[in-house]
């Protein structure tokens, strides 16, 4: 390991550079001086790191999933509206595959409201997931925090 490390993963930047430890935490700056740095150290710190890193991929995936899932709602709400001014005998095809099949309008109105519905179900669990990964983004913030703390006590 050589006297001079940057890991920068996410909203914090470990340094370390000969006898100190460097954390950037956006404008805050946390400097805390050690006889050597100890490989117990680092490596917590980079582990941390790389929890909030893959932690911060999830909650962007879901934010990208809540996005498109709420496309889908409001596009089959939109479609069924359209459908529903329509009369009752006017001739209406679902598309399946390459092909489309004759159905009523009941059926087709059925299927776009059950379509928005487990659209909604989806939106729900994923801001569930969202709020529980953020959580746990800020748990290991503070952990690492509690590090520079712990060490600085020392």
């Not at 920068?8 to 470990?14: M, P, Y």
């Not at 790389?50 to 934010?63: F, G, N, P, R």
């Not at 409001?74 to 092909?99: F, I, N, P, Q, S």
């Not at 529980?132 to 509690?146: F, G, P, W």
Request: aromatic content about 6%.
């Amino acid at each position: 390991m050589s006297n001079r490390h940057k890991l920068k993963e996410g909203k914090f930047r470990l340094h370390i550079w000969k006898k100190f430890f460097t954390v950037r935490d956006g404008n805050r700056l946390l400097r805390e001086a050690v006889a050597a740095p100890s490989l117990g150290m680092s490596k917590a710190f980079s582990e941390l790191q790389a929890k909030v890193m893959d932690t911060q991929q999830k909650v962007k995936l879901a934010d990208l999933q809540i996005e498109q899932l709420t496309k889908t709602k409001k596009h089959a709400h939109l479609t069924d509206t359209e459908v529903m001014m329509l009369v009752d005998e006017t001739r209406m095809y679902e598309g399946v595959g390459r092909m489309f099949i004759l159905q009523p309008k009941g059926v087709i109105h059925n299927q776009l409201l059950e379509k928005q519905r487990i659209a909604e179900e989806k939106i729900k669990e994923l801001e569930q997931k969202k709020s529980y990964l953020e959580r746990s983004v800020k748990e290991a913030e503070d952990n690492i925090r509690e590090m520079l703390m712990a060490r600085r006590a020392q």
